[in-house]
């Protein structure tokens, strides 16, 4: 009998390991006191006055927020696509603009661009797995007005760099720190190096709420069009405008958190650093074990930066072992590990950018008079992250709890136990 579970044999996992879950007392306790005292469940009013910058909860929210970030401003919403949509508006961007975007990431950071009836550019990644600088520069032209920066899987991406290219071309940068909460670039916290951050309490996120986000800015005109945006900005605009000043006029929805998700949240945010550091610690493990592997390249970390593993991407050489990733991935899930291929397909490929079409009678804005130029969204446009996706990339939740080094060891004796086998893998790809 084969010694390789993908063809009978025992496999090295015996078990499955519990969906990453870090709710506990402290948040049945905080929901719990609502409920006791009969709080409101939401306490915003979508018309100017006290209650337009939401409840209590909300804001102790919003102030840990920036007494952690060091920043003016935190604002918080009831998801972080809301919290990146607002970013987009709150830099004024709109029809006939264009945003630099990676392709390598959720559909919601170039959506965020679209729903403000501007364009996404999409600029390649590097072995960072975030924005390539160099592509960033080349996909600049007159209607570019900022950068959508997005901290993939917990790292940041090469910032000196990026900062140059913003400078010089007079560009803002959005931070989509969704999936890196704590990250930090050369002593700076991933979301305060560009003009606007954006992270997220969802489900699957380090620290979690269920759904929420939070935007941070030290710009006060920012966060005020960050607020009415999140609250019918619409309806309540010129009753804000102090005597003698004035404010353009700007269409906002509901994208409020409730004090439900409010309490959760700053109970999950007080935990942060410890989950982090809990990630970091099987992380470095992990990369350090698989070192011994000459075929499988570990997760990439920049000097003097902090990665804080939201998943743990890896990539394999193919060349060097004789077989696909599709064949690996194949071999270790029968093994009883969970590896996912890919991450996210580049989002050019999607209908939306292929059609280039958001609406069912028009183009706009991919085809408009005040936006005449035809962007490219053809396969090929960005190789490596093309590469990444459909040859290279996997990733796997191993550097998460409840999972321990001893797990991640079982782990690296699965990759060895197929490395035994591959002329058996090798033969199984043949027929």
Known sequence: MSELALFGGKPILNQTFPAYYTVNTEEKTA?????????????????????????????VLEKAFTEYFGTKHAVSFNSATTGLQAAVTA???????????????????????????AVPVFADVDETFCLDPESVEKNINAQTKAIFVVDLMGGTPKFDRILEIAKKYNLKIIEDCAQAMGASYKGK????????????????????????????????????????????GEAVVNDMIVEGGEFEAIVGSNYRMSELHAVVALEQFKKLDVLNCERITLADHFTERLKEIDWLVPSPALENSKHVYYIYPFKIISEKIGITRKTFVEAMRAENFAIAEGYQKPLYLLPVYQQKKMFPNSQFPFVSTEYPQNISYEKGICPVVEKMYFEEVMHTSMCQRPQSKSDIDLFVDAVKKIERNIEELKEYERK
């Open 91 to 117: 830099l004024g961007i709109g029809p006939g603009d264009q945003v630099i975007v990676p392709p390598y990431t959720m559909s919601a950071t170039a959506s965020a661009v679209l729903l403000n009836n």
């Open 189 to 232: 916290l991933a979301g305060t190096i560009g003009d606007i951050g954006v992270f997220s309490f969802n489900i699957h996120k380090v620290v979690q709420c269920g759904e929420g986000g939070v935007l941070i800015t030290n710009n006060d005109n920012y966060a005020l069009r960050a607020q009415l945006v999140r609250n019918h």
């Open 31 to 59: 929901v719990d006191s609502i409920f006791a005292n009969k709080e409101l469940l939401s306490d915003f009013l979508g018309r100017a006055g006290s209650k337009f910058l939401g409840g209590r909860h909300v804001k």
